[in-house]
Structures are given as C-alpha cells and as structure tokens.
C-alpha cells in the first residue's frame, strides 16, 4: 500500500479510536444514557449515578476530549450535555446491540421482570393502547419537561408513594422511565400493584417511543 495513503488511513483511525475511549468504561456509558435524558450538573450526574463529584468530572473530561458531550457555562453551574443528536442515537444503538449479542443482558431483564408483581408489556403494544391507558412518566421533573410522552403524567418514582392517590384504579398504567438499562419502570410497577393498581412495567424510553412512531 502506498505510505501517504497507509499513514492517512491510520490517522483517520486514530481520531475514531478517542469515541472509542469515551465508550471504553461502564460508569462513562452510565453518564451517555442519562445525559440522553436531559442535561445535567456535575453534582447530579454524580447523585443518578452514584459516582463521586471527583471522578464524574474526569470521566466527564474524557467524553468531552472525545466529543460525545459538551458543556455549557449556566450561571455558577456548568451543565453537560449530549455533544449532538447523533451520540443519542449511538447510544440507542450500542444498548441494542449489547441486548441482541449479549446474553448476560438478557438474563438480568428476565431477572428483573421475573417477579410476579411486575407485569411487563412490548413497545407496539403499549403504543396501541396509549389512547385508552393511562401512561405514566416516573422520571424526575427536568427529564419530563425535556421531552416525554404526549399523554403522559408524571410522578418521579421517589414521589410515587406519596401521589398514588392521583390514579386511577380502573385503568390500566403503563409506567416507563429511562428504558431498558433502568430498573424504576419495574420497580414503579410493582410498588402500584401491590397497592391495587394495574399497571405494566414499559421497559423503553421516551426516545424508543419516538422511533419506534416514526
């Protein structure tokens, strides 16, 4: 092979390989899912995640050197965000792919779902029943205002207890929250019907939803 063209090559691989270190860690992956939420603070990134402030920020530093997320300068706060539509997407992507490769993630949502108090239900069948259900956001408030279903209401999982009184028995619920590598859909889930309720765990993202609409 002619050498310009081999060192161009393998310089242009080289650039791809920093998305690559960005990928390359569970905790930075845990950080792309819930920045594909909303934006987020340094502290709350490290509270969703239960990562110290320290080591968010480094793990943060190298997803900016590869360009999967910026910041914005609000007020005292310095807010991360996704760097474009196109790393939320990638993240969709890669989950998908590690569900459909991997068996190991595929034991751990039977696992989750196995309880007799969590009733599971399919995107397809959820989005046919979207008129006649009542859908249910338990995600925090932020994440609901950036974007949600459209007859959703919302009730953060942490709040739930304290709200039951704000549903209906006589529909069913079909609860969602971050999507398939979050428990509180499940949990939520189970929490309601075991007070009454009927309600199913919708184990998909507001972005799934969207997709899947398309």
């Known amino acids: 092979m002619n050498q310009q ?3 161009y090559k393998n310089k242009l691989y080289k650039e791809l390989s920093r998305i690559g270190k960005g990928l390359s860690s569970d905790k930075r992956l845990a950080i792309l899912d819930l920045l594909s939420q909303s934006p987020k603070s340094v502290e709350r990134i490290a509270q969703e ?4 402030v320290a080591n968010t920020s480094r793990h943060l530093q190298i997803l900016k050197d590869s360009r999967l997320v910026k910041a914005v300068q609000d007020g005292n706060h310095v807010i991360y965000q996704l760097g474009s539509p196109k790393i939320q997407a990638l993240v969709a992507l890669l989950i998908s792919v590690g569900e459909q490769e991997l068996s190991e993630i595929g034991a751990l949502h039977a696992e989750a779902e196995r309880p007799k108090d969590v009733k599971p239900i399919g995107l397809a ?8 259900d009542l859908i249910l956001d338990v995600r925090p408030a932020d994440e609901y205002a950036a974007g949600h279903i459209d007859t959703a209401i ?11 009184s704000r549903l209906p028995k006589k529909k069913t619920i079909i609860v969602y929250c971050r999507g398939r590598l979050c428990p509180y859909a499940n949990l939520a889930t189970q929490l309601l019907n075991q007070h009454g309720f009927r309600a199913r765990s919708l184990n998909y993202s507001f972005y799934d939803w969207k997709k899947k609409k398309q």
């Open 5 to 7: 063209a081999l060192e």
């Open 49 to 52: 995640t239960g990562i110290s």
């Open 125 to 132: 069948e959820a989005i046919g029943e979207a008129q006649q």
């Open 154 to 164: 919302n009730i953060p999982v942490d709040e739930l207890s304290a709200n039951m």
